[in-house]
Structures are given as C-alpha cells and as structure tokens.
C-alpha cells in the first residue's frame, strides 16, 4: 500500500497555528475556554491545539478528555476527565480528527 503525505510538518504547524488564532479571535473577550478532546486522536490535536493557545494571550484554556462509545455514540455515557459542573457556563470547544 502506498502512503499518500497530504501535509508536511511545517504545513501542519501552520494550519494548527491559524486554528488557533481564529479560536483566540472567536472568544477574546472570554476567561476561560475549554478545549474537550475525543478520545484518542481528537484529544491529541486538541492537546496541539491547547500548546498553541497557550501562548497566544490571556484566555485561560482548559483541555479536557472526552470519551465516548464512538460507534454507538447515541447508546454510551459520555466521560470527562473534569466534573461536568466544570463546564458550566462555560465556553466549550469540541475537538476531533478528521478521519474519524
């Protein structure tokens, strides 16, 4: 099988870099946001994403883990790795990969 690059390391940075700008932009006037990753994959990019904005201004950003039965979604009790009360009024961000 051969293995197609659709971005290169330095492509992927910058994508991850203006992702995280238009967040910043989007909720500048907030204290904190969370950042909730699916399990896995989409905890990893949130993860990126999260290093990212930590360096971006004065937003708290907050990452989380959120696991689910992903194939029966509508059947299993989501999980966080934080209370739920945490999220309350809160701004949250759902985070996920693209392939899934």
Same mark, same amino acid.
């Given at each position: 099988?051969?293995?197609?690059? /659709?971005?290169?390391?330095?492509?992927?940075?910058?994508?991850?870099?203006?992702?995280?700008?238009?967040?910043?932009? =989007?909720?500048?006037?907030?204290?904190?946001?969370?950042?909730?990753?699916?399990?896995?994959?989409?905890?990893?990019?949130?993860?990126?994403?999260?290093?990212?904005?930590?360096?971006?201004?004065? /937003?708290?950003?907050?990452?989380?883990?959120?696991?689910?039965?992903?194939?029966?979604?509508?059947?299993?009790?989501?999980?966080?790795?934080?209370?739920?009360?945490?999220?309350?009024?809160? =701004?949250? /961000?759902?985070?996920?990969?693209?392939?899934?």
């Amino acid at each position: 099988m051969n293995s197609l690059q /659709i971005l290169n390391g330095q492509q992927i940075q910058y994508r991850l870099n203006r992702m995280a700008y238009e967040v910043y932009e =989007t909720h500048f006037d907030e204290a904190e946001v969370i950042l909730a990753g699916i399990s896995r994959k989409g905890y990893a990019l949130a993860h990126m994403m999260h290093r990212e904005l930590s360096g971006i201004g004065s /937003i708290y950003f907050r990452l989380v883990q959120l696991n689910f039965n992903k194939r029966n979604p509508l059947e299993s009790n989501p999980e966080l790795d934080v209370s739920f009360n945490a999220l309350h009024l809160k =701004t949250v /961000i759902l985070v996920d990969d693209v392939l899934n």
